[in-house]
């Protein structure tokens, strides 16, 4: 079993130290720290666990549930920015990065706090953690064709993605939709909640 950050794994209990367990991974010692630990265990006890890279850039284990593993997508919070990018809540104690690259290049259009993207869990090429943004093709399999009876019906939706012209969403409804920017009152986000009225609805739904 090849030892990789974002994956959950079924670890044994190597030996316990002041601050935690030393957990073995296909050989590989990994810490889980004291504060991940929600009870205690014996040495050779199996336990599920996350693997993440700590501040340090270490191999570490967590009990916590992650909201996505390596390969899926889901919708993340933000909880933090900087220049190199975005941090987004993934239900672990360290927060996930969507890099700068992956950001519209108008830092105005970036995510803010308390928004919500759709994001993929990878790696960088130091087998690290990051975010991917979902593609449209990735957003057209999971969402639902809207229905004509949605005509003039008021809708709610997160921004996936902004271009010159406005935006598209996908709403709570599983539908994809757009918004031209002389329709909105505000300035168009990635990653900002919204809500509307269906104005038009497309023969492909």
């Given at each position: 079993?090849?030892v990789e950050a974002g994956t959950i794994?079924?670890?044994?209990?190597?030996?316990?130290?002041?601050?935690?367990?030393?957990?073995?991974?296909?050989?590989?010692?990994?810490?889980?720290?004291?504060?991940?630990?929600?009870?205690?265990?014996?040495?050779?006890?199996?336990?599920?666990?996350?693997?993440?890279?700590?501040?340090?850039?270490?191999?570490?284990?967590?009990?916590?549930?992650?909201?996505?593993?390596?390969?899926?997508?889901?919708?993340?919070?933000?909880?933090?920015?900087?220049?190199?990018?975005?941090?987004?809540?993934?239900?672990?104690?360290?927060?996930?990065?969507?890099p700068a690259d992956q950001l519209p290049?108008?830092?105005?259009?970036?995510?803010?706090?308390?928004?919500?993207?759709?994001?993929?869990?990878?790696?960088?090429?130091?087998?690290?953690?990051?975010?991917?943004?979902?593609?449209?093709?990735?957003?057209?399999?999971?969402?639902?064709?809207?229905?004509?009876?949605?005509?003039?019906?008021?809708?709610?939706?997160?921004?996936?993605?902004?271009?010159?012209?406005?935006?598209?969403?996908?709403?709570?409804?599983?539908?994809?939709?757009?918004?031209?920017?002389?329709?909105?009152?505000?300035?168009?986000?990635?990653?900002?909640?919204?809500?509307?009225?269906?104005?038009?609805?497309?023969?492909?739904?």
């Open positions: 079993m090849k794994v079924t670890a044994r209990v190597e030996r316990r130290a002041s601050f935690g367990y030393f957990l073995s991974v296909d050989g590989q010692d990994v810490l889980l720290h004291e504060r991940e630990a929600e009870k205690e265990w014996e040495v050779g006890a199996e336990v599920e666990v996350f693997l993440y890279h700590d501040h340090q850039d270490r191999l570490a284990a967590t009990r916590c549930k992650p909201y996505i593993v390596l390969g899926e997508f889901g919708w993340l919070e933000v909880k933090d920015a900087s220049r190199i990018g975005v941090f987004l809540d993934n239900g672990i104690q360290k927060e996930l990065l969507l290049v108008a830092k105005s259009r970036w995510p803010r706090l308390g928004d919500r993207v759709y994001v993929q869990l990878e790696h960088d090429r130091q087998g690290r953690m990051l975010a991917v943004l979902g593609r449209e093709e990735d957003l057209a399999q999971v969402a639902e064709p809207a229905t004509r009876d949605l005509a003039n019906k008021d809708i709610t939706g997160y921004i996936y993605k902004t271009i010159a012209i406005g935006a598209f969403l996908l709403t709570e409804g599983q539908h994809l939709a757009f918004i031209h920017k002389d329709e909105a009152d505000e300035p168009l986000r990635l990653g900002q909640r919204m809500s509307g009225r269906v104005t038009t609805n497309r023969d492909d739904g």
